[in-house]
């Protein structure tokens, strides 16, 4: 292998791979990834069995060859380079990496034993990558961080002809968010449930491209989802476990008695400032009355805090707490100048959705619901 190839274009695709590598790998081998050059372009690989990825650049290749090495190292050494160029050759079992007066031997891993790459399902259809990354951006901030618990570290993504709902829940709030995409089949209907670890690195990625989804299949065990675009592809293994049924959380048009509405950039800043005073598990309480969001945190003892933010309220005063970090997640999914709660009782879900301005009605195609703390009083 002889292959030359831009330095920054280069860091990019193997800084990308190497993310999706496994820390602590359960074979060796799966530390590895895989460079190979031919026709015009440089490939790098990854897989860990549950996950793939892959991107193809263009390179200036003057002998095809596949290596496989160290990703993690190549990452790495392919950041820190010095020129606009790095060049890549194979020399017996070693990999010479080198970029003006710097120059690297990686010793190679066996090629033979690292797995094949899982094949991409079928296409299912096309989505805009700014749609999809926002739609999960929006989703993934409620999903779980226990990985004995599986199910609440996935999004579930349920497809329904040409619209797409995100769902995510780790049991103390729920987002949900629907957006159009171009499906090949107008009547498809499937669900999966996929890793939320995956599904966001992966938006963030293709955002600004078009972003193929391909489904394979959905049986128990032996689902994989697909991703490609920008001459990136990558796969992952769904999670093998039942969603809960969630959707009975979000409050119904007739159920609310109160709604207020308030500038996300204000509410923010003074959920922030309030809650410097506040233990980590101790709630933000907010006065709902007479146009103002009245803010305080902390007590006598120690430290308090307290700040007004204007509002504006449709039903009679209430007074609730919030856990801060969830109230947080949820403003700052929303990516909109207004915010809008609806409440049912007190002590119940609050819906948390964004408007463009504070005469919209809210669209109905998201939400994000966060259970109340009980306050003192």
């Keep these: 292998m002889k292959v030359r190839v831009g330095r920054e274009v280069l860091a990019e695709a193997v800084g990308w791979v190497a993310r999706g590598l496994p820390s602590r790998p359960s074979v ?33 290749v003057g002998e ?18 010095p020129r606009d160029t790095v060049d890549l050759s194979s020399e017996g079992a070693r990999v010479i990496v080198s970029s003006g007066h710097a120059r690297f031997a990686l010793q190679t891993l066996p090629l033979e034993e690292y797995p094949p790459l899982p094949e991409l399902p079928a296409a299912g ?5 700014e749609v999809f990354a926002r739609s999960v951006a929006q989703v993934v901030s409620a999903t779980g961080r226990d990985d004995t618990l599986p199910v609440f570290t996935g999004v579930r993504v349920e497809i ?21 995409w171009e499906p090949e089949d107008p009547e498809i209907a499937a ?43 990558a796969t992952s293994r769904l999670i093998d476990a039942e969603f809960p049924k969630v959707r009975k959380l979000i409050p119904t048009p007739e159920a609310v008695t109160r709604t207020v509405t308030l500038q996300t950039a204000s509410l923010i800043e003074a959920v922030k400032r309030v809650s410097l005073v506040s233990e980590r598990t ?20 120690e430290a308090e805090a307290s700040e007004p933010v204007e509002c504006t309220l449709t039903g009679e005063p209430l007074v609730i707490g919030f856990n801060t970090a969830y109230l947080l997640d ?7 100048p207004v915010a809008h709660f609806s409440f049912t009782q007190p002590t119940k879900p609050v819906n948390v959705v964004g408007l463009q301005s504070a005469d919209d009605t809210p669209s109905g195609d998201s939400a994000y619901i966060v259970v109340p703390m009980r306050v003192a009083g």
Excluded: N, W
């Design 28 to 60: 060796p081998i799966l530390a590895g990834m895989a460079v190979e050059a031919a026709d015009g372009m440089l490939t790098v690989s990854g897989f860990d069995y549950e996950s793939s990825t892959q991107v193809s650049i263009p390179a200036d």
């Design 64 to 81: 095809d060859g596949r290596v496989l090495v160290s990703g993690r190292l190549l990452a790495g050494i392919c950041r820190s380079m």
């Design 125 to 129: 259809g096309v989505v805009s990558g």
């Design 160 to 180: 329904r002809g040409p619209v797409i709902t995100l769902l995510a829940t780790d049991r103390y709030r729920l987002a949900v968010r629907s957006f159009a």
């Design 191 to 233: 669900d999966a449930l996929v890793p939320a670890k995956v599904l966001a690195d992966l938006a963030k990625t293709l955002a600004g491209h078009e972003v193929t989804l391909a489904l394979g299949s959905t049986r128990t065990g032996d689902g994989l989802i697909g991703f490609e675009g920008a001459g990136r592809r």
């Design 282 to 301: 101790s709630p933000v309480r907010i006065t709902f009355a007479d146009g103002t969001a009245a803010l305080s945190a902390g007590s006598g003892e």
């Design 330 to 336: 949820a403003l700052g999914s929303l990516g909109t």
